[in-house]
């Protein structure tokens, strides 16, 4: 894993959205089609401005997933990582096809359709983050699995994972966050080809020095993150504090 050290969000940003925007052009000199993953969060924020401003990008070739989503939220919840991705992205650029997780459909039936989804063709580029308890996507310690045999599957989210998403401002209360999600599971994220993991801010200090320090264990999911040999993490000072 190659850990890249930056000032500032926006940098983190930039530098995270030229690597990706220079993959997804070396791919396509070779196939015709590139399949991404990307993560919903505010610390995504910033990669994603640049990507849909992006001028190089040709959407037209790409099919994107997204890697979560709340079960049980209202369609038009501005909080469901659909609509987040939406607003951020896929409103604004002509991707070939964009694959949603719907959280209000039954949970069996919405795993069984995405999975076949997802395996259709290899994972090229995932773009990723890291949650304060050390999960990707929502896989959670408690729920994490290294060997999972799923796809995807349903969780129930651990109150640190809950209490992040008050943290990051997305719900006023611990009361909102719901309590249960659909998640892609580790194996499916580390099948992606090229992986991207932005971690900014300085709530984040703990989960990047476990990441970094500690053993691989699902203790903190996101060591896995280590064993990839194309993951790129990219910091800020803030996030990187506790691994100087």
């Not at 890249?4 to 690597?19: L, P, T, W, Y």
């Not at 209000?104 to 039936?109: E, I, L, V, Y």
């Not at 983050?129 to 060997?147: K, L, R, S, T």
């Amino acid at each position: 894993m190659e850990v890249q050290v930056f000032a500032s969000r926006k940098e983190i940003g930039e530098a995270a959205g030229k690597a990706v925007e220079s993959k997804i052009l070396e791919l396509l000199e070779k196939k015709n089609e590139i399949r991404m993953i990307f993560a919903a969060a505010p610390s995504q924020n910033e990669v994603l401005a640049y990507l849909r401003q992006s001028s190089q990008i040709p959407w037209h070739h790409i099919t994107a997933f997204h890697m979560d989503e709340y079960i049980g939220l209202a369609p038009d919840a501005p909080q469901r990582f659909a609509n987040f991705l939406k607003a951020h992205l896929f409103d604004h650029v002509a991707c070939k096809a964009v694959h949603l997780i719907d959280g209000n459909q039954n949970t069996d039936a919405e795993c069984r359709r995405y999975a076949a989804l997802v395996a259709e063709k290899p994972i090229d580029i995932v773009c990723l983050g890291i949650g304060e308890n050390g999960h990707i996507a929502f896989n959670d310690p408690p729920v994490a699995d290294f060997d999972d045999p799923e796809i995807i599957k349903t969780v129930e989210l651990d109150q640190e994972c809950r209490q992040q998403q008050v943290n990051d401002g997305c719900f006023a209360s611990l009361e909102q966050v719901p309590q249960k999600a659909l998640t892609l599971t580790i194996p499916t994220l580390m099948k992606g080809s090229f992986l991207y993991c932005l971690v900014p801010g300085k709530t984040k200090q703990m989960a990047v020095y476990k990441t970094l320090h500690q053993e691989v264990s699902t203790d903190c999911p996101a060591t896995i993150l280590k064993t990839h040999t194309h993951c790129k993490m990219y910091l800020d000072i803030e996030s990187y504090g506790k691994s100087i």
